[in-house]
């Protein structure tokens, strides 16, 4: 599992971008199944990565610390029951906004960040991928042979201020360029944790899942920068390919409505692992229309959904709306919330039971 720092989907050559700052990954697309309309239930790394990793919606206005104490069924700890050796390593430093005490309940046989990988300092305030995924290679490498094993990759690489130890491929003429240049600078070292694995013996037998946790934004709204403040699609909307021997053979494409807090269940479907859990998500395997939800507390509070074409952000104090139709207006320029008042309606009922809902523990 490779879970790409502040990767929104709408800078990538797969889903639409008019350059390619990932190659690798989409010379890895055209074997995988590609999920065009992929959410993050928060743009936030911490709090996002709860989230996946238990399916579970993260609570508004709970700290990390708070979010990892509560009920969960960590996948880690799914996987290691059914014979699963596994690991993390995080090129960035787990003493983040929490990040130490979500990562610790998470069942995983080995932690290491950048303080335990060591390598040169030069990507944003953590290590080098390159030692990242050697460290990773020589855990594998360590196991008995055919023995399963689950590992997550945590690349810094893309996260603000989007430093890179050499020059990229994009001419800087701003931020936006220089974080095209830290998406590539990742996209080489999945590169190597790829050929690493060929070369192992081991591609062919493994299954990948990488995700985005959450975008980034550079101005496409206004006060929008960064990730936390706002749920546009620059900000939620995140790539999510999953390549399964034997299985993905040549380019899928599903245009059908999904959250990252899916991507567990559907981890332990294709591994035909019986999910037990008590999850809020879903397999992805399984056709079904279903809404996407997420939420931000980080400075105004925002709910939202994805409803097929349809779009609603709600912002709590103000409690105002807007609906947008992003096939017709993938930018979400045009609210057309006074169109459909009753729909508008609907929405806020259901977001705000669900919201409550997440806060009080209860499944929404």
Known sequence: MIVLESTAAQYLKPYGAASDPMPNLTRLSAN???????????PESIKGLWSTLCSKFPAFGMSAEEQARRPCVPLASRLASHGYRTALFHSGRFAYLGMDAVVARQGFDTLEDAGAIGGNIHSSFGVDESATVQR???????????????????????????????????PVRGESDQYLNALAYADASIAGLLDGLRARGLYDRTMFVIFGDHGEAFGQHAGNAGHTFFLYDENVRVPLLIVIPGVTNGAL????????????????????????????????LERRDRMALFLTDYSLGWLGL????????????AQRSKLFDVCADPGEQH????????????????????????????RP
């Open 32 to 42: 995988a199944l590609l999920f065009a309309n992929t959410y993050a239930a928060y």
């Open 136 to 170: 990773t290679l020589r855990w594998v490498d360590a196991l008995q042979a055919r023995q399963p094993f689950f590992v997550a990759y945590l690349p810094i690489a893309g996260h603000h201020p989007y430093a890179t130890p050499a020059p990229g491929p994009y």
């Open 253 to 284: 494409r599903s245009s059908a409505v999904a959250s990252l807090v899916d991507v567990a269940p559907t981890i332990l479907d294709a591994l035909a692992v019986p999910d037990d859990r008590a999850a809020d998500g879903v397999s992805l």
């Open 306 to 317: 994805r409803d097929g074409c349809l779009k609603y952000l709600y912002e709590i104090d």
């Open 335 to 362: 609210d057309v919330s006074a169109r459909d008042l009753d729909r508008v309606a609907r929405y806020r009922d259901q977001i705000e039971q669900w919201s409550a809902a997440t806060r009080s523990g209860q």
